[in-house]
């Protein structure tokens, strides 16, 4: 508290200067700016473990140290925050929070390194688009959302997640033709006796070029099905930990400790898989760069960003701006590592997009008739009891006049 005020002081005497142009900025805009800077964030973690992946780092060894500056971030808000909030620690609660751990941690991240290293990082952000669908489909399943196919947007959600499903298959099941490749237009551009850059030729077979993905060893199917995994066990995090939070209400606390207990998972497996003490080292400035990357602003900024305009905005508003961090991830995906889009790709991530905004309008138009629902229940509720207050008012007021005769015929409303 004290540190708190010193720093509401010493805001507050530099006000006139520091927060002069925060403070003209409507907070709408305030929103939107940091809604783009979180998806250029994540799109930026999209390209970077790409190319960690190209470096040649180690996957559980790139999962392990996120997960350590992730955690390292994490605590110190987490203890210092909720410190009043926090409930005791039981046994029932290590072993829900083991539990979303294994959901949320380790196979979230590992299904989607191994997808993102057999795909490219614009499908790995298309097929994220059907988290909310995937998300609406087990809690209806699990009875924690009812389906209503009698009203618009009972209706507009069921159809959004069968795009979403529709979408997904199309992206694993089809591949198509190569629609746009900025190897191809480069050599295009320049003289045969000149070659393509060096980076373009090593990340060609790595960026999910169908004709270097025999003698490289990916496979775009097995892939795109790794990539439906992490959907999945993303989804299944987010239904798990609506319980969990209400037994719990310290959201902080609740991720440190799934931070925590993933960080377990990870080591437990890294001592069967990599024991090579090589692959604990950095090679690379790149390989060092992309794990500060992912564990400070994957992790940590960006966690900090979208829970703000998740308090601000709402959930919805968060979500509608998933498909520009795909619109971004292509772009970097294409000028960094010349990754070349594929038709079946293109139609997908179309079906995915299209399917998530039917969800979100679904919810949008669910919150508003249930709203108006209750406003309705309340205002009925208050006309009855006016009736029937009406009806006895006569009695009630002359045995209050004759009690208490200097107070008002009503103090209802005082």
């Known amino acids: 508290m004290a540190d708190a005020a010193a720093s509401a002081s010493i805001s507050h005497s530099h006000s006139p200067a520091k927060r002069m142009w925060y403070s ?59 410190k009043k909030e926090r409930p005791a620690i039981t046994l029932s609660f290590l072993v829900q929070f083991f539990l979303l751990a294994l959901v949320g941690i380790t196979a979230n991240q590992g299904f989607y390194l191994l997808g993102l290293d057999n795909t490219s990082p614009t ?3 298309a097929i994220q688009n059907s988290v909310p669908a995937i998300t609406f489909l087990m809690a209806a399943i699990l ?20 795009s979403c499903v529709a979408g997904a298959t199309v992206i694993t099941l089809y591949k198509g033709p190569t629609i746009y490749s900025p190897a191809s237009q480069i050599l295009h551009h320049t003289r045969p006796v000149v070659p393509p850059p060096l980076f373009l030729i090593s990340l060609a077979g790595l960026a999910g070029d169908a004709s270097t993905t025999t003698t490289t060893g990916k496979n775009w199917t097995l892939g795109c099905i790794f990539l439906i995994g992490h959907c999945l066990s993303w989804s299944g995090w987010l239904v798990l930990q609506k ?120 919810k949008g138009k669910e919150a508003k ?30 045995k209050a006049s004759l009690t208490q005769p200097l107070l008002p015929s009503s103090t209802e409303n005082v």
């Open 24 to 82: 003209s900025m409507p907070e709408k805009l305030q929103l939107h700016l940091a809604m783009l800077a979180l998806q250029f964030g994540y799109a930026g973690f999209h390209v970077v473990s790409r190319a960690a992946l190209n470096e040649g780092i180690s996957k559980i060894v790139f999962l392990v140290y996120r997960n350590i500056i992730a955690l390292a971030l994490l605590v110190p808000f987490a203890y210092f925050l909720e």
């Open 123 to 125: 499908f790995a952000s």
């Open 143 to 162: 009875r924690i959302e009812k389906v209503r196919l009698d009203r618009k947007d009972g209706i507009a959600k069921v159809a959004g997640t069968i």
């Open 243 to 362: 319980p969990v939070l209400q037994k719990y209400p310290a959201r902080l606390s609740v991720t440190a400790y799934t931070c925590l207990f993933g960080l377990i998972h990870f080591f437990i497996i890294a001592a069967f898989l990599e024991r090579d003490a090589k692959a604990w080292r950095f090679h690379s400035g790149a390989e060092l760069f992309s794990v500060f990357y992912a564990g400070v602003v994957a992790s940590g900024i960006a966690f900090a960003i979208q829970i703000w305009c998740i308090d601000r905005g709402g959930p919805v508003f968060v979500a509608v701006y998933q498909p520009v961090q795909t619109f971004v991830v292509a772009l970097m995906a294409s000028f960094a590592l010349g990754e070349e889009f594929y038709l079946g790709g293109i139609i997908g991530a179309i079906l995915i997009i299209a399917g998530l905004y039917l969800v979100l309008w679904g």
């Open 369 to 398: 008739f249930a709203k108006e629902t209750a406003a309705s229940i309340t205002s009925a509720a208050e006309h009855e009891h006016e009736h029937e207050h009406g009806s006895s008012k006569a009695p009630s007021l002359v």
